[in-house]
């Protein structure tokens, strides 16, 4: 059991809490800047693809896990900073320039749709980012001089000030580079005040309203936000997949990634990490999966869907948390070891708050 | 006259909208929640009705009330298992769950052999006949949809206002609590609504097959009912339809009047509109929430 004694208010907001923090996140460092040389060719896409994913889960995980505002169309952020990259990259800019003018245009974007935000709630914005996230598709698959409409656009590699990324091992590096530091910008920004709104703001709109947390401006900031870190995920995109096409901006992307949150785990940094691996691994998973399946069924093009419906909806029931939450109880069972209670984490009965009482 | 035409096939697609959007508003008044799974209960009442009539040969006048029944008993079934235990906790998750819901009954469907994977036309009695009045050329198909939104309408309208029933659940959806203490079983109501629900969205897809085709990814259209729920209104009956027959006017006036790619986002340009100048909809009650 470990019990932290505090002597420093500086202990209240350091990232690494204990001993035991700073040595499993080093270990973790070392075993990520060493994959290339531990890991084959594939499992390194996949490990690049995760990091990838993670960025745009980490904005994502942002906007609603942290500020409690949900967005049915965040594939168009991803989508506009994919396109924003392979212009600019395509007319030769550097890659640090190109990747910060696709999150600031991200971001740009993410704050108009925040606008409506400011006047509707709940649902009402989910459909709004939904309706946007229709619009941005079919400008992106309209405007063809620029994003190349429905035919695709192809992409090539990175390069800054005469350094090309063009090997996968570079490109990983380039991405892990730029994980870390969203992630360590999205941890800092939730131990500051900012990001403490951003929670007040979930958890009671009227109290944080009446604490002087001003609504309009931390909710466009946090669509912003959520928005940039999503195009910085998209220009990584762009060069990961080397070709893009409007159809891998919808709908279907944006309630993947959603999916991706809720079963990462709602309201955690990891949550946006597991969630991504989670999406990653599943299709390795179900294919390793078919062979032990009849013909009819492992053949079916829904089985995908069958078994991410069945997830998330048993991650719902049993595990509201998501994979975050099942971590979170097998290394709380290690640290209070031998004093683990069964009932620890049961489920508050809650009851629903009304959006419409009078 | 042109002009009445692509009224009259923007009506009937609009009733289409209607339907789905009622589902919608009947779950959203009764459990504050908003199903995502309605385009796809839609998809799964037409597969239905189509199997009835192909594979097991039932005449068109059997199939359609035993698919409706069979999509009632669905809603049922989902509401006890998959929402109600869930109730309470906070409304994002009962969405994902609808979002799970749908994507189960999307893939389940192509799991079945020879079935899910095509697209079929469903075999009516009243399939590619025309008629000419004076000069406009009227699709029986479109007709029979928009004499069956406007007889549903009215047999839902006399449902919530002569029946028990109706009024048990007018009753639960403006204060739970309150009618709860009055006796109404709350809980097994709001099983009936999503019962209600997916039986309008059975009728909806049985309406559409005919005009479009039936396949797995019929239920997309279901995300263009969303636009009409909210701009008539998400907790207004009426709302549904008016804000449908909106929406579907809309679409086949940009369809023909507007260059190419309009047509296709026209509903969600005059949501969004409605949202920045009337967040609340047509027909929506302007409440607001006091500490």
């Known amino acids: 059991m470990r019990f932290i004694y505090k002597t420093r208010y500086d202990q209240d907001i350091n990232l690494a809490k204990h001993g035991g923090h700073k040595f499993w996140y080093s270990l973790l460092m070392v075993a990520l800047l060493t994959a290339p040389w531990w890991l084959e060719a594939y499992g390194l896409a996949q490990l690049t693809f995760i990091l990838i994913y993670g960025i745009v889960g980490l904005g994502l995980m942002l906007l609603a896990g942290f500020t409690g505002l949900f967005s049915l169309g965040h594939a168009a952020f991803l989508g506009v900073g994919a396109y924003t990259q392979a212009v600019l990259a395509a007319q030769g800019w550097p890659f640090p320039l190109s990747i910060a003018a696709a999150a600031a245009l991200s971001a740009a974007v993410g704050a108009i749709v925040g606008l409506p935000a400011l006047r509707v709630k709940g649902i009402y914005l989910g459909i709004a980012t939904l309706a946007f996230g229709f619009i941005v598709e079919e400008v992106l698959a309209r405007w063809e001089s620029v994003t190349g409409g429905n035919s695709g656009k192809m992409v090539g590699s990175m390069q800054a000030f005469g350094w090309v990324v063009d090997s996968s091992e570079k490109f990983y590096f380039v991405c892990l580079a730029i994980t870390v530091l969203c992630t360590l910008a999205v941890l800092n920004l939730l131990r500051s005040p900012t990001g403490r709104a951003f929670v007040a703001i979930r958890d009671s709109e009227i109290s944080a309203q009446s604490m002087g947390i001003h609504l309009a401006r931390y909710k466009t900031m946090s669509f912003a936000i959520s928005a940039a870190l999503a195009g910085i995920g998209g220009a990584l995109y762009a060069h990961m997949i080397r070709f893009l096409s409007p159809d891998q901006f919808n709908i279907i992307q944006s309630i993947d990634l959603l999916l991706m949150v809720v079963i990462g785990g709602l309201g955690s940094v990891h949550g946006a990490f597991f969630g991504a691996a989670f999406i990653i691994g599943m299709p390795q998973a179900i294919s390793a999966l078919k062979d032990f399946l009849p013909e009819a069924i492992a053949q079916a093009p829904g089985l995908k869907s069958v078994i991410y419906g069945l997830v998330l909806i048993l991650f719902v029931l049993f595990e509201p948390l998501g994979l975050y939450g099942r971590w979170f109880k097998i290394r709380t069972w290690f640290q209070l070891f031998p004093f683990y209670r069964k009932g620890l984490f049961k489920r508050q009965k809650a009851y629903q708050k009304s959006d419409r009482l009078k | ?39 796809d209960l839609m998809m799964l009442g037409a597969f239905l009705g189509l199997a009835l009539m192909t594979v097991l040969g039932f005449p068109f006048w059997i199939a359609v009330p035993s698919a409706i029944g069979a999509m009632a008993l669905f809603g049922l079934v989902a509401e006890r298992i998959v929402i109600r235990p869930i109730l309470g906790q906070p409304a994002f998750s009962i969405v994902m769950l609808t979002f799970g819901i749908g994507y189960v009954v999307r893939g389940a469907i192509t799991m079945i052999p020879g079935i899910g994977t095509e697209t079929y036309t469903l075999p009516v009695p009243y399939k590619d006949q025309i008629v000419h009045v004076g000069a406009l050329v009227l699709n029986i198909e479109q007709m029979v949809v928009i004499g069956a939104t406007a007889a549903l309408c009215a047999l839902l309208f006399a449902l919530f206002r002569y029946s028990r029933v109706g009024i048990a659940m007018q009753a639960a959806s403006q204060n739970q609590l309150a009618a709860y203490y009055m006796g109404i079983p709350v809980q097994r109501l709001n099983g009936l609504v999503w019962a209600l629900a997916a039986a309008v969205a059975a009728i909806a897809g049985l309406l559409l097959a005919p005009v479009t085709f039936v396949h797995a990814n019929l239920g997309f259209i279901g995300l263009k009912a969303f636009p009409a729920a909210v701009v008539g209104g998400f907790g207004s009956l009426p709302g549904a339809i008016v804000g449908g027959l909106i929406i579907g006017v809309v679409e086949s006036l940009a369809g023909f009047y507007l260059p190419e790619g309009f047509k296709d986002v026209a509903a969600y340009v005059v949501v969004l509109i409605m949202l920045m100048v009337k967040p609340n909809g047509l027909f929506g009650e302007n409440l607001r929430k006091k500490v």
């Open chain 2, 1 to 39: 006259m042109q002009v009445v035409q692509l009224l009259i096939s923007g009506i009937a697609q609009g009733c289409i909208y209607g339907l789905i959007a009622l589902g919608f508003v009947l779950i959203y008044k009764a459990t504050e929640t908003v199903s995502f799974a309605q385009g």
